[in-house]
């Protein structure tokens, strides 16, 4: 048998500031906070996926870390079943910018709708929904 893995189970972001980047997330993407662990540490759920937070100024000997971790150097893509001109509106109602798009782009499940914004700390975040038919 030859081997593979299955599935992404989650991610870790390093981020400035854990409150406001939780919150930018709650607010425009739709996730909840979950706290997790003896430290406390912070996660976003979405799914059957989640995202934990990372203080860039974290101690290295707490926590097993990336050898340079920095704030805002991610490109992240995700799902969404509601249409882009939705997520527009929704982005706008945010007041969050639209750094480019719609545009389509080919995806893991084949071609989608995608927008571009940023999150509080510089991150690429994608938003794509998959074109029917």
Excluded at 45 to 58: A, E, H, S, T, Y
Aim: hydrophobic residues 45%; contains cysteine; proline residues 6%.
């Amino acid at each position: 048998m030859r081997f593979a893995v299955d599935r992404l189970d989650h991610l870790v972001l390093n981020v400035r500031d854990i409150e406001i980047a939780a919150a930018w997330y709650v607010r425009v993407l739709g996730m909840e906070v979950e706290t997790f662990g003896r430290e406390h540490r912070t996660a976003l759920k979405f799914g059957g996926q989640k995202i934990n937070l990372r203080p860039v100024d974290m101690d290295p000997y707490v926590w097993v870390a990336a050898r340079e971790p920095v704030a805002g150097s991610d490109d992240l893509c995700f799902v969404s079943p509601v249409s882009i001109p939705d997520v527009i509106g929704h982005l706008q109602d945010c007041g969050v910018a639209i750094e480019a798009g719609p545009v389509e782009r080919e995806g893991a499940l084949g071609p989608m709708m995608s927008v571009y914004c940023r999150d509080p700390d510089g991150n690429l975040v994608e938003i794509a929904s998959y074109l029917r038919g």
